[in-house]
C-alpha cells in the first residue's frame, strides 16, 4: 500500500532557522552575559533585542530569528516583544531619530505645531528617514515628562517644554554631528 504522505501546507513552509542572520561575536556575548541574570533565557529577550540594535541599527528579520534561536523561543513570540517595545526599530533608521510624544499633554501642549514644522524643515513626514540617512521623525507615546510638555527624544537626550524654534535647532545640531 502507498504510503499517505502529509500534504499539510505547512510543511512545505522552509524552516526559519535557515532565514537566521547569526549574532556576531560581540551580540553573542553580550546576550550570553544578559542570560546569565535570568532563571529563564526568554527574559532575556529586551535585552537581547536592544544588544543588536545598538549594534545594526535596528533589527532585522534575520536577526530577529537568531535571537529566537538563541532565546529558545518561536520568532513571533520575540516579535511581539519587540512589537510592544517601541524603542526597537525594525525598520532601518537614520542616525538620529527623533521621536515626537503625541499623548495627550503634549498634544494639547503643540505637538501637532512642533510636528508639522520639523516635517518642513527635513522634507519628510512622519515614519520617514531624510533622503542623507540623517534623521527618522517618529511619533511615540508619552515619554514620562508630561509636566514639560510638549517634549521629544532627540538621539538618546529627552528635550522639554519645546517650540518649534527650539526643536529644529536640535534637529540641524543632530545632523551636522551626524555628517
Ligand atoms: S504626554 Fe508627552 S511626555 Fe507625557
Known amino acids: 500500500m502507498t504510503p499517505i504522505?502529509?500534504?499539510?501546507?505547512?510543511?512545505?513552509?522552509?524552516?526559519?532557522?535557515?532565514?537566521?542572520?547569526?549574532?556576531?561575536?560581540?551580540?553573542?556575548?553580550?546576550?550570553?552575559?544578559?542570560?546569565?541574570?535570568?532563571?529563564?533565557?526568554?527574559?532575556?529577550?529586551?535585552?537581547?533585542?536592544?544588544?543588536?540594535?545598538?549594534?545594526?541599527?535596528?533589527?532585522?528579520?534575520?536577526?530577529?530569528?537568531?535571537?529566537?534561536?538563541?532565546?529558545?523561543?518561536s520568532p513571533d513570540e520575540v516579535?511581539?516583544?519587540?512589537?510592544?517595545?517601541?524603542?526597537?526599530?525594525?525598520?532601518?533608521?537614520?542616525k538620529t531619530v527623533i521621536s515626537l510624544c503625541d499623548s495627550v499633554s503634549c498634544w494639547i501642549m503643540g505637538y501637532q505645531g512642533l510636528a508639522q514644522s520639523l516635517s518642513q524643515e527635513l522634507q519628510i513626514a512622519l515614519g520617514e528617514t531624510t533622503a542623507d540617512g540623517a534623521i527618522t521623525l517618529l511619533p511615540t507615546p508619552c515619554l514620562g515628562a508630561c509636566d514639560h510638555a510638549p517634549v521629544a527624544m532627540v538621539g538618546g537626550q529627552r528635550a522639554h517644554q519645546l517650540t518649534p524654534t527650539s526643536l529644529i535647532e536640535l534637529a540641524r545640531q543632530a545632523r551636522e554631528q551626524s555628517l
Open 5 to 73: 504522505i502529509a500534504t499539510d501546507a505547512a510543511s512545505h513552509k522552509p524552516d526559519w532557522r535557515l532565514l537566521i542572520e547569526p549574532l556576531s561575536e560581540h551580540e553573542e556575548a553580550a546576550i550570553s552575559a544578559q542570560v546569565q541574570h535570568y532563571p529563564q533565557p526568554q527574559a532575556a529577550t529586551i535585552e537581547a533585542l536592544k544588544i543588536v540594535q545598538e549594534h545594526q541599527g535596528w533589527v532585522s528579520d534575520g536577526k530577529l530569528k537568531a535571537i529566537a534561536n538563541r532565546l529558545q523561543m
Open 79 to 94: 516579535e511581539s516583544v519587540a512589537t510592544f517595545y517601541n524603542k526597537i526599530y525594525r525598520q532601518p533608521v537614520g
